[in-house]
């Protein structure tokens, strides 16, 4: 069984209900609706798809809501402006035109505060640079660094500039108040930069009844600075290298991609890889050999999840994206990973209860986990340590528990009623176990589970082998 996940972003080239399943088919394990580019009726569709897909499938499917966040660009232009070194281009924020040298203007009033001079800016994914020579009250004047066609609506970087920025905005709200209404598993918070944000969006989505998990997109050298209290204060993180290409030196990405993979695991918490995976794939229908060497890079890492965007949001080749992905992820856990789970923080009992279980697994031949969890954690605390062979089967009363832990390395999660005596529950496991064709005769089940002891409840490990 494939342990790394897979998440596909949903789009024109691939929302229709017959995709989605084919989708499915093929290994997707999640679905990404980037709110940059969806409209609340749009997603409300493709949720329903998506579950209709999921009742199909038999199995749980994750939905993963990514807001826009606190996007800095450029606005419209009547026309391109072909922009040669050394010219200046003014940037206005708040309609103030000159009529000296070419402007744009810019949908963020406090760049004139934050920004100073020698202060570098990028445009359009970092095509465009500039330096600032003056800012005036409404008005940053800068220096073309690199020629380049400016275009209507660019998005801006400013590498290491700290911005003022709310971390939610009111678009944002909006859409996550819709995502919560339609039962969306997971919230990625774009550009997030400090533990704080992390906070202002728990309370937020708690005060709409949801218990969506939290994922920390990492996009800048704020980020990158505040990584492990982000990381301890998220649910999960992404490695969302599109931006954070821009805004740090490329050679640094590799570095601090690898960073976040082991920071992660070793604090618990779910990790993806995103952006430019099989990007040759949005119009090739193989990928490059640098492509399939980078996926494998992530897969050997033991990310937990490794994310498509444009490939199959608008690419012309969605399902033989997913089925490279799956095919390179199999392989590649065939031979072995980077071992960062040997060193997961493990402080609480019941994390020691499953490190005690996964050590029995890892001793055995054809041994499966199967870990009963209301909540998902104690399926959590299994998959945060790579055990070395054994699948991780969860077993939690609650769908929606089953959905986010479709983000989990190696956890496949099942919906199952729980008896009073904790024993006939793991029997009906283990029936589901052998109905489904998960497990065959000869294997040997490390269960984690509670024992009934006169009226009290202990958390025990049993080990069963299939007849």
């Not at 826009?68 to 103030?96: A, K, S």
């Not at 810019?106 to 465009?128: R, T």
């Not at 009250?137 to 003022?164: E, Y």
């Given at each position: 069984?494939?342990?790394?996940?897979?998440?596909?972003?949903?789009?024109?080239?691939?929302?229709?209900?017959?995709?989605?399943?084919?989708?499915?088919?093929?290994g997707?394990?999640?679905f990404?609706l980037?709110m940059?580019?969806?409209?609340?009726q749009?997603?409300?569709?493709?949720?329903?798809?998506?579950?209709?897909?999921?009742?199909?499938?038999?199995a749980?499917?994750?939905?993963?809501?990514?807001?826009?966040?606190?996007?800095?660009?450029?606005g419209?232009?009547?026309?391109d402006?072909?922009?040669?070194?050394?010219?200046?281009?003014?940037?206005i924020v708040?309609?103030e035109?000159?009529e000296?040298?070419?402007s744009?203007?810019?949908?963020?009033e406090?760049l004139?505060?934050?920004?100073?001079v020698?202060?570098?800016?990028l445009?359009d994914?970092?095509?465009?640079?500039?330096?600032v020579?003056?800012k005036?009250r409404?008005?940053?004047?800068?220096?073309?660094?690199?020629s380049?066609?400016?275009r209507?609506r660019?998005?801006?970087?400013?590498?290491?500039?700290?911005?003022?920025?709310?971390p939610?905005?009111?678009?944002?709200?909006?859409?996550?108040?819709?995502?919560?209404?339609?039962g969306i598993?997971?919230?990625?918070?774009?550009?997030?930069?400090?533990?704080?944000?992390?906070?202002?969006?728990?309370?937020?989505?708690?005060?709409?009844g949801?218990?969506?998990r939290?994922?920390a997109?990492i996009?800048?050298?704020s980020?990158?600075?505040?990584?492990?209290?982000?990381?301890?204060?998220?649910?999960?993180?992404?490695v969302?290298?599109?931006?954070?290409g821009?805004?740090?030196?490329?050679e640094?990405?590799?570095?601090?991609?690898?960073?976040?993979?082991?920071?992660?695991?070793?604090?618990g918490?779910?990790?993806?890889v995103?952006?430019?995976?099989?990007?040759?794939m949005?119009?090739?229908?193989?990928?490059?050999?640098?492509?399939?060497?980078d996926?494998?890079?992530?897969?050997y890492?033991?990310a937990d999840?490794?994310?498509?965007?444009g490939?199959?949001?608008?690419?012309?080749?969605?399902?033989e994206?997913?089925?490279?992905?799956?095919r390179?992820?199999?392989?590649i856990?065939?031979?072995?990973?980077?071992?960062y789970?040997?060193?997961?923080?493990i402080d609480?009992?019941?994390q020691?209860?499953t490190?005690a279980?996964?050590?029995?697994?890892n001793s055995?031949?054809n041994?499966?986990?199967?870990v009963?969890?209301?909540?998902?954690?104690?399926a959590?605390?299994?998959?945060?340590?790579?055990?070395?062979r054994?699948?991780?089967?969860?077993?939690?009363?609650s769908v929606?528990?089953?959905?986010r832990?479709t983000?989990?390395w190696?956890?496949?999660?099942?919906?199952l009623?729980?008896a009073?005596?904790?024993?006939?529950t793991?029997?009906?496991?283990?029936r589901?176990?052998?109905?489904?064709g998960l497990?065959k005769?000869?294997?040997?089940?490390?269960?984690?589970s509670?024992?009934?002891?006169?009226e009290f409840?202990?958390?025990?490990?049993?080990?069963?082998?299939?007849q």
């Amino acid at each position: 069984m494939r342990r790394t996940k897979i998440i596909c972003t949903l789009g024109p080239a691939s929302d229709s209900p017959e995709m989605i399943q084919r989708m499915i088919m093929a290994g997707t394990n999640i679905f990404r609706l980037n709110m940059s580019h969806a409209s609340h009726q749009w997603v409300r569709k493709v949720v329903r798809n998506i579950r209709a897909a999921e009742r199909d499938h038999g199995a749980a499917i994750g939905i993963l809501l990514d807001t826009q966040g606190p996007e800095i660009r450029t606005g419209d232009l009547h026309t391109d402006l072909q922009l040669e070194e050394g010219e200046t281009l003014d940037f206005i924020v708040r309609g103030e035109k000159s009529e000296e040298v070419s402007s744009v203007d810019v949908n963020y009033e406090g760049l004139v505060d934050d920004i100073s001079v020698g202060d570098v800016v990028l445009v359009d994914n970092g095509v465009i640079r500039f330096e600032v020579l003056e800012k005036f009250r409404h008005r940053v004047r800068c220096r073309v660094l690199t020629s380049g066609t400016l275009r209507s609506r660019r998005h801006i970087n400013l590498p290491g500039v700290k911005v003022n920025i709310p971390p939610l905005t009111a678009k944002d709200k909006e859409d996550i108040l819709m995502g919560a209404d339609v039962g969306i598993d997971m919230i990625a918070l774009s550009f997030c930069r400090s533990p704080e944000d992390i906070v202002e969006l728990r309370t937020f989505l708690s005060n709409q009844g949801s218990s969506a998990r939290i994922i920390a997109k990492i996009e800048d050298q704020s980020a990158v600075r505040n990584l492990e209290g982000i990381v301890r204060a998220a649910d999960a993180v992404m490695v969302a290298r599109g931006d954070l290409g821009v805004e740090c030196a490329l050679e640094e990405l590799p570095i601090i991609q690898r960073k976040m993979i082991k920071m992660s695991i070793h604090l618990g918490k779910p990790v993806i890889v995103a952006t430019h995976l099989l990007e040759s794939m949005i119009s090739s229908p193989m990928p490059t050999r640098a492509e399939v060497t980078d996926v494998a890079n992530a897969v050997y890492e033991q990310a937990d999840a490794i994310m498509l965007s444009g490939e199959s949001a608008m690419g012309r080749y969605p399902v033989e994206c997913v089925e490279i992905l799956d095919r390179v992820a199999r392989r590649i856990e065939r031979s072995g990973g980077a071992g960062y789970g040997n060193d997961v923080l493990i402080d609480r009992i019941s994390q020691k209860t499953t490190q005690a279980a996964i050590t029995l697994a890892n001793s055995l031949t054809n041994s499966r986990l199967v870990v009963f969890t209301r909540r998902g954690f104690m399926a959590g605390y299994a998959s945060s340590q790579r055990p070395l062979r054994a699948a991780i089967f969860a077993f939690s009363p609650s769908v929606d528990v089953c959905r986010r832990l479709t983000l989990d390395w190696g956890v496949t999660a099942l919906p199952l009623t729980f008896a009073e005596n904790p024993g006939q529950t793991v029997d009906e496991a283990e029936r589901t176990l052998r109905e489904k064709g998960l497990v065959k005769s000869g294997d040997q089940l490390v269960i984690v589970s509670d024992v009934l002891a006169g009226e009290f409840l202990y958390d025990s490990i049993q080990l069963r082998t299939i007849q």
